[in-house]
């Protein structure tokens, strides 16, 4: 039997709606990823709780950061001018999944709540610092991006909260981030791998903060600790770089598919995150109207 599709019109009646008990709810966004498990039948529920009539699509600057509406979708990311001034490097993790199609379908709401960890965004947004609003009809909380992902499918949402907003602290001119997507096969694929590297930088070129971030080499999107103590408070040179890259590729706990082996992914990894810290110090040389390096090297 097809479940009921309830459309709330306000975020109340949506939190009610799925407080009910009563009956097993999902909550929809833009349906890309939900679609498929509900036709795969991973996923029964009585009653999907579309949130489409809500106004969460805005992106503003507010209190020193990047917030952006839960039912932004990527084509809205990718094409803001904010965030493309800010961090273009999001702008491209965004831009670059899958197709047109997806893109303006697909919300950034939808796409961490999903936990997948082959999905573009929540590399860079994590890497960037990105934190999450979660509400429930009793309160709001805050819940940094890096604890919102717990596994595969699994984040730290409760059943009764519905992610509202994704917040990103606003660039200053010594910030840098970076975003590299490797394609093994075609350019609407999932990534083989995905590198996003946030830089800190000092006046005199040292690194004073850093976060590593990776994407399909694990159960979920994770930070690369050991990476990031290396590059903090060093001064960038060639050799930090790669052993930056080999403590991610250690780190990385990747599966063997169609887009590479195992060991194929982690060299990808020791190679793409020198690059992509040199492209996160280029950036942070940039002044804010500029563009920001990013990367798609194709196999």
Not at 97 to 104: E, Q, S, Y
Not at 190 to 201: E, G, H, K, Q, T
Not at 248 to 276: E, F, M, W
């Amino acid at each position: 039997m097809a479940p009921q599709v309830l459309e709330p019109a306000t975020l109340l009646e949506a939190l009610t709606a799925l407080g009910d008990e009563s009956r097993s709810s999902k909550v929809i966004a833009g349906g890309t990823g939900l679609t498929l498990l509900l036709r795969q039948q991973l996923l029964s529920p009585d009653r999907l709780i579309a949130l489409h009539r809500l106004p969460l699509t805005s992106i503003t600057m507010q209190e020193a950061r990047v917030s952006v509406g839960a039912l932004a979708t990527h084509a809205q990311i990718a094409a803001s001018a904010l965030v493309r001034k800010q961090y273009p490097a999001l702008a491209s993790a965004f831009g670059s999944v899958a197709t047109p199609r997806i893109r303006n379908m697909a919300t950034v709401g939808g796409n961490l709540v999903h936990a997948d960890p082959h999905l573009d965004p929540p590399v860079a947004l994590m890497a960037a610092g990105a934190s999450v609003t979660a509400s429930s009809i009793d309160s709001e909380r805050e819940i940094p991006l890096s604890d919102l992902l717990l596994g595969y499918f699994e984040t730290e949402l409760a059943p009764a909260e519905i992610l509202t907003s994704v917040h990103v602290p606003a660039r200053s001119k010594d910030v840098g981030l970076s975003f590299i997507k490797h394609l093994s096969r075609s350019k609407d694929d999932y990534a083989a791998v995905d590198v996003s590297v946030w830089l800190s930088v000092t006046a005199r070129g040292g690194i004073e903060d850093a976060r590593v971030a990776i994407g399909g080499a694990g159960p979920t999107v994770f930070r690369v600790s050991e990476a990031e103590a290396l590059l903090r408070g060093a001064e960038l040179d060639p050799q930090i770089a790669i052993e930056a890259g080999d403590a991610s590729a250690s780190q990385a706990d990747p599966d063997s598919d169609t887009r590479g082996s195992a060991d194929y992914k982690r060299h990808l990894i020791r190679v793409l995150v020198p690059r992509a810290i040199e492209l996160a110090m280029k950036d942070a040389a940039r002044p804010l109207e500029g563009a920001s390096p990013s990367g798609h090297p194709r196999s």
